[in-house]
């Protein structure tokens, strides 16, 4: 390359990153506007666009295909909906600043399985009063006990069945399996529960009332053997057998023992076995 041509292109490339077109310096130095281009391209010189001027409507038509696919349509429909290519759309899109994570069937995918998970939460929710995840988590609270070696009528679920079965046949029942185990929760008895002493057990505070919520805590059975009737059963399960028996048997072996009883014999028979359990 001469030394005057050299000199011009350093210049063409001065002048142009000043602010002078392509048209002006093919002027300036009459050559045409294709030879200043290339001069700028090998001299690396980055050209200038040209501004493009976007008019009101296509603004706001674009605006509104960029909403349209963050709301879940693909490409295609959005394409169809005006008549152009699903590339136009995606340039369209590029130019908004709209990435594909941010709309058409990512979004569309993620809002599908919101929905399922709130009809499913919906079901939960009306039949065990807790939401699909806390299910999972207290099935997997039941897997692990499985696992463990814990018996199946100590199982979360199992106990939730029988106790609703047992007590709501005699009592009125409307304890959801979600207020039932946050009651259970909250005391962290759970491991100790059970039936006899030393375990621990849900009864109701208000006794004319059922199982139902604010009316139920979890108590240790221990202070249930206090009563007459409960003292009265254990004592009489730590009565050798012998004479932990009923008073029919008593009244059948005496009437053996005898061979035909008169009414003063039976009746005395029973006297002292009703004594003999009092002691």
Do not use: C
């Amino acid at each position: 390359m001469q030394k005057g041509t050299e000199a011009r292109n350093t210049e063409i490339a001065r002048l142009y990153q000043e602010g002078a077109s392509l048209l002006s310096l093919s002027d300036r130095f009459g050559i045409g506007i294709a030879r200043v281009s290339i001069v700028l391209t090998q001299l690396g010189v980055q050209k200038r666009r040209k501004p493009r001027v976007v008019d009101e409507a296509t603004s706001q038509r674009n605006a509104l295909i960029a909403q349209l696919y963050k709301e879940g349509l693909t490409l295609d429909v959005i394409g169809q909906k005006y008549g152009v290519t699903r590339e136009r759309i995606r340039q369209i899109l590029k130019l908004q600043g709209v990435t594909r994570a941010e709309g058409g069937r990512v979004v569309g995918t993620q809002r599908r399985d919101t929905h399922r998970y709130q009809d499913k939460d919906a079901r939960y929710l009306k039949q065990f009063g807790h939401t699909w995840a806390e299910h999972q988590r207290l099935l997997l609270m039941d897997r692990e006990a499985r696992n463990a070696g814990v018996p199946q009528e100590r199982l979360i679920m199992r106990r939730f069945r029988q106790a609703r079965g047992n007590l709501g046949q005699r009592y009125s029942w409307s304890l959801t399996l979600a207020q039932w185990w946050a009651t259970w929760e909250a005391s962290g008895m759970w491991p100790l529960s059970g039936r006899g002493a030393g375990y621990y057990g849900m009864v109701r505070l208000d006794r004319s009332k059922g199982f139902e919520p604010g009316n139920v805590e979890i108590r240790e059975f221990r202070a249930i053997t206090k009563s007459p009737r409960w003292t009265k059963r254990l004592r009489d399960a730590q009565r050798p057998p012998e004479v932990r028996r009923s008073l029919r048997e008593a009244f059948e072996q005496a009437a053996l023992e005898m061979g035909q009883a008169s009414e003063e014999e039976i009746q005395q028979v029973i006297q002292d076995y009703r004594a003999e359990r009092k002691a």
